[in-house]
């Protein structure tokens, strides 16, 4: 016993194979909506007091416009960026006859008690670029003051 289709019933099993058809290629091999970006917001602190005085030897420094910017994921609340130190150094030579060239240095956080505060495995300590050779430009003379970002 064989069951025999009519031509309606066929017409209606092609356009259902067919819109079945369009549907997956459609719906299944479109690319998927790509991820909107997260908005990352500098956090901004204020240091208090935002600027401190420094004498080592012939030389005195100042760091001044001292803040600390965190990057943080809007939404989530998320760190994309640690907090950071930023601001400037003035450094002064007080000699009033010796040159004073400029090597490096390093920056150290300190607690009330004034000991130093340990930063976390994956961070660096900030430091302060000087001269990269000998005989290079940064030098301070008697008198003169240098000005540097802090970063």
Request: glycine share 8%.
């Amino acid at each position: 016993m064989t069951k025999s289709f009519t031509k309606k019933e066929i017409a209606f099993a092609v356009i259902l194979v067919f819109a079945a058809g369009f549907l997956v290629t459609t719906l299944g091999c479109s690319p998927a909506p790509s991820a909107v970006a997260a908005m990352i917001k500098d956090k901004v602190y204020t240091v208090n007091p935002n600027s401190i005085k420094v004498t080592a030897g012939i030389v005195t420094g100042e760091l001044t416009e001292m803040q600390v910017t965190e990057r943080i994921e809007e939404g989530s609340g998320r760190v994309a960026s640690p907090a950071k130190l930023t601001g400037k150094l003035a450094l002064k030579n007080i000699s009033a006859d010796q040159t004073v060239r400029l090597v490096g240095g390093k920056i150290l956080y300190i607690d009330v008690q004034g000991r130093p505060i340990k930063l976390e495995a994956n961070r660096t300590e900030p430091t302060i670029k000087g001269a990269s050779t000998y005989g290079s430009s940064e030098r301070l003379d008697p008198g003169q003051d240098a000005t540097q970002v802090v970063d």
